[in-house]
């Protein structure tokens, strides 16, 4: 099984940019599809972006589009998510997950279809 490490949080002024990194242990880490969910205090987590078993497809939410990129290495099990033009209503705990990606290209985009979390990595953006 699976397990994830977040890593790349911090504090980061308004415009500024930060990129975080999941690091997965175990094996089989190309079988999973994997996604970005963040989580302000007071509110529900939500999706930030996802991507398939191989890379070959992404989903962002809208507010995100053309701010932030996700990525994976499968041969270093990483997924990284590159953020720029940051906000301060972006201000939030992010977590990476991880799902079984029973077919390649699938991209999930609902919090109750990941199976795995990690622990979360804060992202403070100041103003």
């Known amino acids: 099984q699976v397990q994830l490490v977040e890593s790349g949080g911090g504090l980061v002024q308004v415009g500024g940019s930060l990129r975080l990194s999941c690091a997965a242990s175990?094996?089989?880490?190309?079988?999973?599809?994997m996604g970005w969910f963040r989580q302000a205090p007071g509110k529900e987590r939500e999706l930030v972006a996802a991507?398939?078993?191989?890379?070959?497809?992404?989903n962002y939410r809208d507010s995100v589009k053309g701010r932030f990129t996700i990525s994976r290495d499968n041969a270093k099990n990483t997924v990284d998510l590159q953020m720029n033009s940051l906000r301060p209503e972006e201000t939030a705990a992010y977590y990476c997950a991880a799902r079984p990606g029973y077919i390649d290209g699938d991209v999930y985009i609902s919090l109750g279809e990941y199976v795995l979390w990690g622990q979360g990595t804060q992202v403070t953006v100041s103003s």
């Open positions: 991507i398939s078993r191989s890379g070959r497809n992404t």
């Open positions: 175990g094996r089989a880490f190309s079988s999973y599809a």
